[in-house]
T-cell receptor, first 120, second 112 residues
Framework: AQKVTQAQTEISVVEKEDVTLDCVYE???????LFWYKQPPSGELVFLIR??????QNEISGRYSWNFQKSTSSFNFTITASQVVDSAVYFC?????????????????FGKGTKLSVKP | DGGITQSPKYLFRKEGQNVTLSCEQN?????MYWYRQDPGQGLRLIYY???????QKGDIAEGYSVSREKKESFPLTVTSAQKNPTAFYLC???????????FGPGTRLLVL
């Protein structure tokens, strides 16, 4: 079974604090893809990053960084020096390259999201 | 500007009424998806289409129907058979292969 768990339902921090959002996934496939999306109060999901299972290199993009560890099936997301504009719900998602019908395009399996509130 | 548009932003449904949510993309993407989001929940897949004139049921297709007559358009109809339609509906599209899904701004459906 494929599953994504975001154990932190809500996190509240004060501006400039660092915060890490946890994501643990389950899959039997050796090839898979992991994603993070941001959902601000407006509702639209904004793509942040995609990582494939063969690339365990950590990635940094400005104040955002991602730590992918296959040994623990985790793909955690850290925001450094958080800002009020980072307040949103963050979703982690898993995708396999083939769907249950054997098609060439798998579908996303989402965690339930972590609501981050950054207070001034 | 390339992107995904959804309309309307808010939609009100009366009991026993069918309503249709629009999703249009000009990204030249082959695949399109419909998701439902309930408060405090992740997204759940309703229907998806990998190519024109073909679509597949997702995890929660009951009470919904779709069509894919054009590459750019993937409308979702919420039928009267869907007894709990109040939710936030998100449309997404993706290119061929294992491509990233990009999302529209969503439609919030409320029952009167």
């Amino acid at each position: 079974a494929q599953k994504v768990t975001q154990a932190q339902t809500e996190i509240s921090v004060v501006e400039k604090e660092d915060v890490t959002l946890d994501c643990v996934y389950e899959t039997r496939d050796t090839t898979y893809y992991l994603f993070w999306y941001k959902q601000p109060p407006s509702g639209e999901l904004v793509f942040l990053i995609r990582r494939n299972s063969f690339d365990e290199q950590n990635e940094i993009s400005g104040r955002y960084s991602w730590n992918f560890q296959k040994s623990t099936s985790s793909f955690n997301f850290t925001i450094t020096a958080s800002q009020v504009v980072d307040s949103a719900v963050y979703f982690c998602a898993l995708r396999n390259p083939r769907d249950s019908y054997g098609g060439s395009q798998g579908n996303l399996i989402f965690g339930k999201g972590t609501k981050l509130s950054v207070k001034p | 500007d390339g992107g995904i548009t959804q309309s309307p932003k808010y939609l009100f449904r009366k009991e026993g009424q069918n309503v249709t949510l629009s999703c249009e993309q000009n990204l030249n993407h082959d695949a399109m998806y419909w998701y439902r989001q309930d408060p405090g929940q992740g997204l759940r897949l309703i229907y998806y289409s990998q190519i024109v004139n073909d679509f597949q049921k997702g995890d929660i297709a009951e009470g919904y129907s779709v069509s894919r007559e054009k590459k750019e358009s993937f409308p979702l109809t919420v039928t009267s058979a869907q007894k709990n339609p109040t939710a936030f509906y998100l449309c997404a599209s993706a290119g061929t292969g294992v491509e990233t899904q990009y999302f529209g701004p969503g439609t919030r459906l409320l029952v009167l």
